[in-house]
């Protein structure tokens, strides 16, 4: 094995997933093939990999830059529709999130819901229909530290959607989001078959960041000169 080689084998499948809650984001950088660390200020004993209890931000500062790759979701209800219309308010970290990624000198994702795409940089909307899920979850990406996504091609929706957490009708997708109905169906849906309802209504699918690890791989590939 040649260093290049050895060095991808090891420090190159090392992904950080910064504020992971119960692990949509890290289970598809998992499948990707990156070996995934998890680190979220709340105990999380469903997250399904490695985890670290910590804010996630001063872990990146920390230990950031001893990964390969680093995925953040800061926390989403800043931005939801949902919690502005029950009055609720929540830190916005995308800023300080950003600014910790960029001082680790490695590539990144950072993902976040529509309400929060203006703050984000040029994200990449990803969206269920490009991964042949039965939902319209939007999720907004934003890549940095010389990393970039490519936007996929976003089907048209067809398919009518149930309203915000309510049940699903036949021949609905569902929103999954709230205090809704269905969990099991959305975990078979969302491809999360370990999280409960607090879980699958903030999560990633899975199927999304398997795409961004995937375009991970071929960034680091490029970056160390290994062959495929």
């Not at 090392?14 to 990156?34: E, M, P, T």
């Not at 990146?60 to 219309?85: L, M, V, Y």
């Not at 009055?87 to 960029?102: E, S, V």
């Not at 048209?156 to 109905?181: C, D, I, L, W």
Request: net charge positive; hydrophobic share 35%; with cysteine.
């Amino acid at each position: 094995m040649t260093q290049r080689a050895a060095i991808w084998r090891g420090i190159a499948l090392r992904l950080l997933d910064g504020f992971c809650c119960q692990g949509g984001a890290g289970k598809g950088y998992s499948d990707a093939g990156f070996e995934v660390t998890g680190v979220d200020k709340d105990p999380q004993p469903r997250y399904p990999l490695a985890f670290h209890q910590a804010d996630a931000i001063e872990f990146i500062r920390e230990f950031g830059a001893g990964f390969a790759f680093i995925h953040t979701s800061p926390p989403c209800q800043h931005d939801t529709d949902c919690q502005r219309i029950q009055g609720n308010t929540h830190p916005d970290l995308i800023d300080p999130t950003r600014d910790a990624l960029n001082a680790t000198g490695r590539p990144w994702a950072m993902e976040n819901v529509r309400g929060a795409a203006a703050k984000l940089r040029n994200p990449v909307m990803l969206c269920g229909t490009m991964f042949g899920l039965k939902t319209y979850r939007h999720r907004y990406i934003e890549t940095g530290g010389g990393f970039t996504l490519t936007q996929p091609p976003h089907p048209e929706h067809t398919v009518p959607q149930a309203k915000m957490g309510r049940p699903v009708p036949p021949g609905h997708y569902g929103q999954y989001v709230g205090n809704f109905s269905g969990v099991q169906q959305a975990r078979d849906i969302l491809g999360v078959p370990w999280m409960n309802r607090d879980g699958i209504r903030e999560c990633i699918p899975p199927a999304y960041t398997q795409f961004i690890g995937h375009a991970a791989h071929a960034h680091l590939r490029t970056r160390l000169g290994v062959a495929a």
